[in-house]
T-cell receptor, first 114, second 112 residues
Framework: DAGVIQSPRHEVTEMGQEVTLRCKPI?????LFWYRQTMMRGLELLIY????????DSGMPEDRFSAKMPNASFSTLKIQPSEPRDSAVYFC????????????FGPGTRLTVL | GNSVTQMEGPVTLSEEAFLTINCTYT??????LFWYVQYPGEGLQLLLK?????DKGSNKGFEATYRKETTSFHLEKGSVQVSDSAVYFC???????????FGSGTRLSIRP
């Protein structure tokens, strides 16, 4: 069974450009999480969805970031315009049920903004 | 509020050494506790978990016991291998919640 799929795996872009990161959760999972990981700030939860509905976006750093989940098998995280300080590894994770605990992480997208 | 505190790294050990990575937590109620591991270039993956006091989680030679009296969940392994080199995250989840609270991570390096 495929795990969480993220694309692209690596993205290099220039400041001011729009960046879209994609995630396909594990089939049957009803929770989807977006995280950002940097050396300075560690692992940060940006937003999470339950049944395609955003539940908590308090970790989204600013209005330049937006996330959508149009259906149960696809989510996007968009940064527009991108800035060098957005350079990080972005992870998507999914899980099943509330309070169940185990989140399954994708391999991450390494974003570099020049 | 809910939080997890784990020992700062990096931790460097020789192969076959004994490992302890300390983790303490603050939470209301009775959370579930986890250790996640992140190997280089990969996402996090669940290593072990414990859902109630005095439970012991174990996997791949690693163990951790849920100690409510000391609010701790220390990770141990009797004999580490080079392949255990990774970043280890302690985490908690309240029973009614969906959002896992992660610690800051501890980088472990094992010398051959």
């Amino acid at each position: 069974d495929a795990g969480v799929i993220q694309s692209p795996r690596h993205e290099v872009t220039e400041m001011g450009q729009e960046v879209t990161l994609r995630c396909k959760p594990i089939s049957g999972h009803d929770y989807l999480f977006w995280y950002r990981q940097t050396m300075m700030r560690g692992l940060e939860l940006l937003i999470y969805f339950n049944n395609n509905v955003p539940i908590d976006d308090s970790g989204m750093p600013e209005d330049r970031f937006s996330a959508k989940m149009p259906n149960a098998s696809f989510s996007t995280l968009k940064i527009q315009p991108s800035e060098p300080r957005d350079s990080a590894v972005y992870f998507c994770a999914s899980s099943m049920g509330q309070g169940m605990g185990e989140q399954f992480f994708g391999p991450g997208t390494r974003l570099t903004v020049l | 509020g809910n939080s997890v505190t784990q020992m700062e790294g990096p931790v460097t050990l020789s192969e076959e050494a004994f490992l302890t990575i300390n983790c303490t937590y603050t939470a209301t109620g009775y959370p579930s506790l986890f250790w996640y591991v992140q190997y280089p270039g990969e996402g996090l993956q669940l290593l072990l978990k414990a859902t109630k006091a005095d439970d012991k989680g174990s996997n791949k030679g690693f163990e951790a016991t849920y100690r409510k009296e000391t609010t701790s969940f220390h990770l141990e392994k009797g004999s580490v291998q080079v392949s255990d080199s990774a970043v280890y995250f302690c985490a908690l989840l309240r029973s009614s919640a969906s959002k896992i609270i992660f610690g800051s991570g501890t980088r472990l390096s094992i010398r051959p």
